[in-house]
C-alpha cells in the first residue's frame, strides 16, 4: 500500500496548478472576505446607520378607553374590572415600541422620525430612509385585549421599504425579536405570581454570558474555507482516478497480482495527509496574518486539532467511495458532474458559503449533520465556550462517517472478475 501512497501523493504534487489551487486559494478568499467584510461583523468597525420613519396611525388613550368599555360587555362584577383595568394601566403598547427605538444601544443602529405615511413614502422613494414602521389604528386595544383577554385579533405592525436590502432585514430581524422578547415576557407574568406586578420589558443591548466568548467573522470564514477546500480535495484525488482509468492504471494494478483493496486505501490515506496539511496551512498563515485566534491556550489548539483529524479522516473516506464510484461509472464526465454536484450540495447546506442559520429550518437540520456543517458548528462551539465535554459526540459521529463511507467504498470497489 506503501507505494500507491506514494504514487497519489506524487501525482498531486506533480500538479503544481492543484497544488496552489489547494494552498493558496483559500488563504486569498479569506483575505478578500475578511478585507471587504469583517467591518460589518465586527464591533469596532463603523455601526450600520438605518433611517427608519414611525408612522403611529394609534391613539394610546383612545385605546384603554375602547378596552374599558369592551368590559362593560363580559358581564364581571366592578372589582374584577378593576383589576383588569389596573393592570391594563401597566401596559402602553405604543410607548413599549417607542422606548424600544429610544434606547441608547438600538439608536446606535437605528435612527427614526416620526413622520406621516405620505411623507415616509416619499422619503423611502428618494432614498432618505431604508423602510418605516406603521403602529396601525386601535393598536393599544387590540394588544390589550389579546394578552389580558386572550383574545383572537389581527394587530400586526407593518413594515415597508422600496427594495430588499441589508438594512431592512437587520430591522426586521430586530422587530421581530423584540416582539418575541415581549411575548415571551407577557407569556411568563401570565402565569407567575403578582398578576398585577408591571411587566419587565426587554431592554436592548448587547448581553454577555459569562464564560462564553463570541466568535468573529475571520474565524467563522477561516473554519469555513478550510473545510470547503478539504471536501474539494476528496473530489481532485477522486477525479484523478479518471485518467488513471482511461490509461488502464487500475487494469495494469490488478493483471501484476496486487491487492486491488491496497489501490482504494492509498488513495483513501493520501487524501487524509493532503486534506489535513491543507487545513492546518490555511489556519497556520491565516493566524499569522490576522491573529484569528488570540491568546488561545494548548488546550485549545489540541480540541481544535482533534476535529480537523476527525474531519480530514471523514473526507479520506469520502475519497474512498467516490473513488469506486468513479470507477464504476462508465462516462467519465458524468462521474465528475456527479461528484461536484454532492460537494457543492454539502458545502451550501453545511453552511461552507454561508451561515446556516439564514437557511430553511429543514435546510438547517440537513447542514448540522453534514460532515463539514457539523465540523463548523462543533469547532465554533469550542472557541464560544471551550467546553471538552462538547467535542467528543461529534468527533465520534465524524468518525462513525469515515467508517461508512470507507465501507461503502470497499463494497462497490471494482475488485477482481467485476472490473
Known amino acids: 500500500m506503501g507505494s500507491f501512497l506514494k504514487k497519489d501523493l506524487l501525482i498531486f504534487w506533480r500538479d503544481r496548478k492543484e497544488v496552489l489551487i489547494a494552498l493558496l486559494l483559500p488563504i486569498v478568499l479569506i483575505v478578500v472576505l475578511n478585507t471587504a467584510l469583517?467591518?460589518?461583523?465586527?464591533?469596532?468597525?463603523?455601526?450600520?446607520?438605518?433611517?427608519?420613519?414611525?408612522?403611529?396611525?394609534?391613539?394610546?388613550?383612545?385605546?384603554?378607553?375602547q378596552f374599558a368599555e369592551s368590559l362593560n360587555n363580559l358581564g364581571i362584577d366592578e372589582a374584577e374590572k378593576e383589576a383588569i383595568l389596573s393592570q391594563a394601566s401597566?401596559?402602553?403598547?405604543?410607548?413599549?415600541?417607542?422606548?424600544?427605538?429610544?434606547?441608547p444601544e438600538i439608536k446606535q443602529v437605528l435612527t427614526t422620525r416620526v413622520v406621516s405615511e405620505a411623507e415616509a413614502l416619499e422619503l423611502v422613494e428618494e432614498g432618505e430612509l431604508h423602510a418605516f414602521v406603521i403602529i396601525p389604528e386601535e393598536?393599544?386595544?387590540?394588544?390589550?385585549?389579546?394578552?389580558?383577554?386572550?383574545?383572537?385579533?389581527?394587530?400586526?405592525?407593518?413594515?415597508?421599504?422600496?427594495?430588499?436590502?441589508?438594512?431592512?432585514?437587520t430591522l426586521q430581524n430586530m422587530m421581530n425579536d423584540f416582539i418575541e422578547s415581549i411575548n415571551l415576557e407577557f407569556a411568563l407574568g401570565s402565569i407567575a405570581e403578582g398578576e398585577n406586578q408591571e411587566p419587565k420589558l426587554p431592554q436592548g443591548g448587547i448581553e454577555v454570558i459569562e464564560g462564553v466568548e463570541t466568535f468573529s467573522f475571520t474565524q467563522y470564514i477561516t473554519i469555513a474555507m478550510s473545510t470547503l477546500f478539504a471536501l474539494?480535495?476528496?473530489?481532485?484525488?477522486?477525479?484523478?482516478?479518471?485518467?488513471?482509468?482511461?490509461?488502464?492504471?487500475?487494469?495494469?494494478?490488478?493483471?501484476?497480482?496486487?491487492?486491488?483493496?491496497?489501490y482504494l486505501m492509498g488513495k483513501t490515506l493520501s487524501t487524509f495527509i493532503l486534506s489535513w496539511l491543507q487545513i492546518m496551512f490555511t489556519i497556520t498563515i491565516t493566524q499569522l496574518l490576522f491573529d484569528v485566534f488570540p491568546d488561545?491556550?494548548?488546550?485549545f489548539w489540541l480540541g481544535l486539532l482533534l476535529v480537523i483529524t476527525a474531519f480530514a479522516l471523514t473526507v479520506a473516506g469520502l475519497t474512498a467511495l467516490f473513488t469506486s464510484i468513479t470507477?464504476?461509472?462508465?462516462?467519465?464526465?458524468?462521474?465528475?458532474?456527479?461528484?461536484?454536484?454532492?460537494?457543492?450540495?454539502i458545502a451550501v447546506v453545511g453552511g461552507n458559503f454561508t451561515p446556516i442559520q439564514i437557511l430553511p429550518t429543514f435546510l438547517q437540520r440537513i447542514g448540522e449533520w453534514t460532515p463539514n456543517g457539523m465540523s463548523l458548528t462543533?469547532?465554533?462551539?469550542?472557541?464560544?465556550?471551550?467546553?471538552?465535554?462538547?467535542?467528543?459526540?461529534?468527533?465520534?459521529?465524524?468518525?462513525?462517517?469515515?467508517?461508512?463511507?470507507?465501507v461503502l467504498g470497499m463494497a462497490i470497489f471494482p475488485g477482481r472478475g467485476r472490473n
Open 38 to 65: 469583517s467591518g460589518m461583523f465586527s464591533k469596532d468597525g463603523d455601526s450600520i446607520d438605518i433611517q427608519v420613519g414611525i408612522v403611529e396611525e394609534d391613539q394610546a388613550l383612545e385605546g384603554f378607553e
Open 90 to 103: 401597566s401596559i402602553n403598547p405604543s410607548e413599549m415600541l417607542n422606548s424600544f427605538f429610544n434606547n
Open 139 to 169: 393598536f393599544t386595544y387590540k394588544v390589550l385585549s389579546s394578552i389580558i383577554l386572550g383574545e383572537e385579533v389581527d394587530v400586526a405592525l407593518s413594515i415597508q421599504a422600496e427594495e430588499q436590502s441589508t438594512e431592512l432585514s
Open 232 to 262: 474539494f480535495m476528496a473530489q481532485t484525488l477522486a477525479v484523478k482516478t479518471v485518467t488513471e482509468k482511461r490509461e488502464r492504471v487500475f487494469n495494469r494494478i490488478i493483471l501484476t497480482g496486487s491487492n486491488p483493496f491496497h
Open 296 to 299: 488561545k491556550s494548548l488546550e
Open 327 to 345: 470507477l464504476n461509472v462508465t462516462d467519465t464526465n458524468a462521474a465528475s458532474g456527479i461528484l461536484t454536484l454532492v460537494i457543492m450540495s
Open 378 to 406: 462543533v469547532l465554533l462551539e469550542w472557541i464560544q465556550l471551550s467546553n471538552p465535554g462538547n467535542l467528543v459526540i461529534p468527533i465520534v459521529i465524524l468518525l462513525g462517517y469515515f467508517l461508512v463511507f470507507l
